[in-house]
């Protein structure tokens, strides 16, 4: 954890512990997306304790694996027994991030944002595009379990203060849903491997009393792969390939 426990130093002591002559660690971020405010802080923080405290042991990290037919693969097995009940729509809710942020991280300096199929034109910048790599996992995951086209949409969560976030706007789109017949919902998050504070409280209840109140009548918050089987041999795939 970069705030709270078990640190990363707590971690890399407890794996040299276990096995004093280790050579090599292979950090996993649990964010698929690339964002300097997730994936990149996570990095750095690891690197850092690394770096500060000498360990003998070589770091290396998985790179954003937003479209990695392994991370593909368990992310839709975890949403597909949720589709076989009766639902109008799925909502694909993304952690949200300040728009500067997408134009801060973009190489080109001159990509992300500048149009409205900026996501859709390949470019050096989607390697650091937030924006493109969710819009890439939707498609991805939309494709692999044949949904169809008017029953899912892409939402940004979590926003703060008074600068643009990406939009749309989860709150707003839960608002707004049940007056566009939407009465059965069902909400995935993936930008989080793991389920967590944004996921349980701010999308599956506050997310629900907005869109219950709004007229909505099934509301359900399919859960993040956690310890899914098939996100765990995931995993297991990406270290036995590296």
């Avoid at 080109?108 to 034109?121: G, I, W």
Wanted: with cysteine; glycine share 4%.
């Amino acid at each position: 954890m970069r705030y709270g426990n078990p640190t990363a130093k707590a971690a890399l002591d407890e794996l040299h512990k276990r096995n004093p002559s280790i050579e090599e660690v292979i950090a996993i971020p649990m964010y698929p997306h690339y964002a300097m405010s997730s994936f990149e802080t996570a990095v750095e923080n690891v690197r850092e304790v690394h770096q500060k405290y000498k360990y003998t042991f070589k770091l290396d990290f998985i790179k954003p694996y937003y479209n990695n037919p392994y991370y593909i693969h368990a992310l839709s097995e975890s949403i597909r027994p949720y589709l076989d009940k009766e639902y109008d729509h799925i909502l694909f809710s993304y952690h949200g991030i300040p728009e500067r942020h997408l134009e801060k991280t973009d190489p080109t300096s001159s990509h992300c944002l500048k149009s409205v199929t900026c996501c859709e034109n390949p470019s050096e910048a989607h390697a650091t595009c937030y924006r493109h790599q969710a819009y890439t996992t939707t498609r991805l995951v939309k494709e692999k379990l044949h949904i169809p086209d008017n029953k899912y949409s892409i939402a940004f969560q979590s926003r703060l203060g008074k600068d643009p976030w990406l939009k749309p706007y989860t709150d707003i789109r839960l608002e707004q849903l049940p007056g566009q017949g939407v009465k059965k919902l069902l909400v995935v998050c993936p930008a989080f491997v793991s389920d967590c504070l944004e996921t349980l409280e701010e999308i599956a209840i506050r997310g629900k009393e907005i869109f219950v109140e709004a007229g909505g009548t099934d509301y359900e918050q399919i859960p993040c792969l956690n310890v899914h089987p098939e996100w765990i041999n995931a995993l297991a795939a990406w270290i036995n390939n590296k």
